[in-house]
Structures are given as structure tokens and as C-alpha cells.
């Protein structure tokens, strides 16, 4: 099987998707001779010509918008934000017009487009090169958040993002596109957008996480077996729809729960995944629901230092899972 | 791009002095500039975005304020090294800033270099969402008209950010209005690889002007007495009551958007051979030269204070500390700081 980065991976998927469905079609700023800025989107521009890899005006509001509405008529946008920090100008068209065009025409229509998006950060991006997006979007029904930490999961879930009939958010983080490795199967396949997965094994305390810090939870939770602690990590992949079933049994199973996110703690996904334990597995703890989060400042300042003491990084997770443990 | 006539009626040309000053200021920013990109090739700096080949525009443009304004605040974005110096930002803060070390003064080394705030020195850079600051500057400029100050706000921003809706909403307000504050746009023909024929399908942001009921005009944004004299008219305006107006400097962009971009796919080294025929500041010394009011010896003086003065920022912002963290929490609201 071959081995991709997580861009590659990302590449893949979208290569694929316009080759096998004309209606697919890429905007965005600088997605075409550029290939982005992060070069997601190379080389599309040559195989499958200006029309459809479609180089933007900077308005983000209207790449939103102008995505919707092409969505409505029938066809498959992927409208990539150049950063998640920028998404801001499309906030309306997303949240506002996207979300709710199904249910407020009563199925009337749908908008089957995705906006992909590079978030994250520890890659020196300063205040607005930085941030993780996906609370406000995971607070908004009629939404998805789609968030892959390996390359496998990115090219089946961003297949079945651009397959599904309703406005995905797809955010990658930055620093996996290019330090995250994995085998990725060639051709087609899709994942399922709304099942979390077990990615480690254990038996003594769960972590719920997702994007770039299941990794650094991974790292964690190696560095616990080695103290002797057998931990149980779950990637939730979509933080809406929210896999409560695979988190419920694994703290059933464990007893312990810790939920590791960069995005901001306050009103994070954390503290609603802490709301689905405690209502789905309250007589199972034997401790308190943690969470192991980004600080409660807009992520992340530029020094180093700062940014270290933004991230939950891994050294600050194994730290978190002591204190789990010991309660 | 044709060029607009380059002096308006009712503006003085600058002098030889002025002109000289503007050079001198013009030969440190470029000092600057090229260091700041050696740093970050060096991995000292995380990231560069340089004002080569916008300097005449910058620096003409606040020469204007400075002299026909009463008060004068500017709005920048991330290329306007040009402006930050010209509103007082020393080499030193500016080198603290790039490396992001302790002592960074408007951010605390929070935000990529230049962005922050500095309103006694009068100039913020709060944002990297593009076109974001120029609302705000449309508000600050209302500000001065409520409390009656005589302050011209001028907002700086790229043909890029032109497209945001948010400049459309802005130039309607501030025209409605009748508020103090130039919308000045340093036009490099790219939005980092979007040509400007995909950014709009006319030939100049100014032409947009005429829609919102303020003057627009274009000028050759790589001669500083141009520059100088059209945002000059501008200031005259907007501090007589006249109300808004749109400058666009045509400029050159000959390096990279900014030291992550690889440009060598989007355009052709012919291009950007052209681009530097342009450069401001051999214009200028030309200029200066040809007119002997700068003579060869002190160019070498002014270019040699200027290394001087270059290396010295570097060597102290080398040698400053990293922040700590102790105050990472701090400032996010009023009360206690926190
Ligand atoms: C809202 C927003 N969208 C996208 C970006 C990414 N970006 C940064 S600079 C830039 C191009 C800006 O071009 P222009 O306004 O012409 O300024 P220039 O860099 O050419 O001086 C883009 C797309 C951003 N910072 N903010
Ligand atoms: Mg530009």
C-alpha cells in the first residue's frame, strides 16, 4: 500500500472525485496555477482545466455563497478558505444561508458543497494563522465537521464529504499536512462521516480527540504504557454528527475520561463530549470527566514561547492522564 | 497602466530637502527589508512579507499626511514596513518584532511582525484577515468627525483586498458620510498568485471610485513625488471637509508574496526582471544624482548609517530573550488585565 502525507492523501481524494463526477469543482484563493497555498489543490488546474479548479477574487463571503448557490443547482463545490482564521468573512453564507437551506424550505433544497479548510496551529502562525474553528461550526445544526487525523481517514472522508448532500465543513490541521504518514489504499473508497474510531486499545482511562492532537495523544499514551497504564484512545473524526456510541463504550470500559483538543477549552467540543459521558456513562466513572485544551486566548501568539504555552502538546496529555489516573 | 498626471493642482512639489529625507528614509526601509529576509532564510525569522518596490508609495504617502494634516492615523497591513517607520517604529522594534523576542512593543510579540498597535505613534495593524482593518478605519475616522478632531485617517491596503465586501460596504459609509479618510491602495498587481485580471475585470481600483461618489485616482506608485503629491491632495480634501478619497499606487511586487510563497509558478522571471526596472529607489537616487542633490558621497554615507544602523537592530534583537509566559493570560479583557 502506498504511504501519502496527509495533503497527498487530501490531493487524492479530490484528483479522484473530479475525475469521477464532472459536477465536482474546486474555488478558491490561489487554488490554480498556485495549487494553494499549501499545494492541496496542485496540479488540478492542468488535469482538469480553469473552469473547474477556479482561482477567486479574496472575498471569502462569496466563495462561500457563490459555492451555495452553484451547490443548490446541482452541482459538487469544494470551496477551499485559505485558512480557518479567514472563514470569518464567510461566517453568514455558512452558518446563516448553508446550514439552514435544507429545513427552511422544508427539503425543497440542499447544499451539497464543502468547505475545506486548513486550521491549526504550533507551525509559528501568529494570532490569525493559528486557530482551530470547529466549535462554532460543530454548535450549528444542519452542519458537518469533518476532521481526519491520518491520511487514510482524510482521502475516505473527503470522498464522502464531496459524495454527501449537505454543507461539510473539512478542516485539516497544517502542521499533520505534511509530519503525518500513513498507508493509504489506492482507488476509491469512502468512510463514513459520523463514526469516531479506536485508534489505541487499553483498559485503564479513555481519551477522546481528533485532528493533530490525537497524535500527540497517541504519543501520550505510549509514554503511559511505559509507567505501566494501558490507555484507550478515541479519534471522534466528525465532531458533528458526534459518535456518542464508540466514546460511551469506551468509558464504560475504562472508567476514566480525558478529552484532548487544541481548539479552545471554554465551550470547546470537550465540554460537550464531557456532556454526553456524564449523561450516557455517569455511573460507570471513577473519576471526573478532564479535558487537556488549548488556553483560553486566541490561538496562538506568534513567540515561541507562547505558542508552546498555548498548545496541549503531548508532554502536557501524559501530565493530564497522570492526574486521571490517580484520582 | 496609465498613469495619472503626477501633479495636481493647488500641491506644492516637494522641495530638495523633502525629497532628500524621503530618499534617506527610503535607502534605511530597504536596509531593513533585505535583512529581514536573510533572517528568515537564516530560520530566524518565521515569516517575511517585504515592501520592496512599495516604499514610494508608503513613505510619499505619509510625507503627504504628515505635512497637510493637522493629526494624521494610519491603518496598515502587513506590507507596510514603509509606514511603520515612517510613524516612528524604530529598526530596533522592528527586528524585535521579526524574531518575536521580549521588548516587541505593539503586540508583546502576540501577532507576526508589524502587527499591533501603537496609537501614540499613530498606526495599528490589529489583523491578518485581509481587508478587515478598513471598516475600522472608516470608524476611526467617523470618531474625529463626532468629536470634532481634525485627524485624517488613511487606510492602507492591496488590490487583493479591494475585492473583500467589507472595502465596498466601508467606501459607501465613508462617502455617505463625508468622513476624513483615504482609502490608499498599493495596487502590485497580484493578490499573492491571482493576477489582477482575475481579481476584477476592470483596469484600476480607483475606477470604482466614481460609484461611491469620492475621487480616484492612479498614480505611478514607484515615484515618490507622485505618490506624495496625489495622497497630499487627498489629505487637503478630506481636512477641509471635503470628505473620502480613493489613491491607488501602481506598484511593483518583485519578491515572493512572502518568504513561504514560491512565486516561480505563477510568473515568469521576465515578469519580475520588468518589475525591478521599477524599483523606487533606484528611481529616486537617479533622480537625486541626476539633479546633484545627492551627491555619490553621501549616498555611500546614507547607505553605509543605514547597514550601520541595521546590524546594530539585529545584534540587540538577537541578543533579546524569547517572552516568557507568565503573561500570556493577560489582556484579554479590562479589570484585572485578564
Ligand atoms: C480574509 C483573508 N483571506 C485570505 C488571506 C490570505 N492572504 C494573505 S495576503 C493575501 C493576498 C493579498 O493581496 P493584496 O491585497 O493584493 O496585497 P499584497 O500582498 O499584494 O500587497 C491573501 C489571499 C488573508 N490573510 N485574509
Ligand atoms: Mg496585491
Redesign the interface.
Known sequence: MPTLTLIEAVREALREEMERDPSVFVMGEDVGRRGGVFLATQGLVDEFGEERVIDTPLAESSIAGIAMGAAMAGMRPIAEMQFADFIWPAMNQIVGEAARARYGTYGGVHVPMVVRSPYGGHVRGGLFHSQSVEAYFAHTPGLKVVIPATPYDAKGLLKAAIRDDDPVIFLEHKRAYRSVRGDVPDGDYTLPIGAAEVKREGADATVVSYGLTLHYTLQAAETLAQEGASVEVVDLRSVRPLDAETVLRSVRKTNRALIAHEDNRTGGVGAEVSAIIMEGAFGHLDAPVMRCAGLDIPAMPFAPTLESAFMPTADKIAAALRELLAY | MQQAHPAPAGIEPLGPEDLLDLYAAMVRVRALDERVWILNRQGKA??VASCQGHEAAQLGSVWALRKHAAAHFCFTYYRDMGVCVAQGLTMREVMLGFL??EGEPI?R????PL?GADVGRGFMNL??????HVPEAVGWALAAKLRREPTVTAVYLGD??A????IHESMNFASVHNLPVLFLVENNGY????PLH???AIDRVAERAAAYGMPGVTVDGTDVAAAYAATAQAVQRAAGGGGPSLVEFDVERYLPHTS??DDS??RSRDEVEEGKKRDPLAKLQQRLLAEGVLTPERNDELRKAARREVDEATDAAEAAP????AD??DH?YAADGR
Not at chain 2, 510579540?109 to 507576526?112: D, E, L, P, T
Not at chain 2, 493578490?191 to 491571482?194: G, K, L, P, R
Open positions: 518565521a515569516i518575536a523576542k503586540s510579540a502576540r501577532q507576526f502587527h489583523s491578518n484577515v485581509v481587508g478587515s487583493g483586498a475585492s473583500q465586501g467589507d493578490a499573492i498568485s491571482v482575475k481579481q476584477m513561504d510563497d509558478t505563477y524569547y517572552p516568557g509566559a500570556v493570560l484579554l
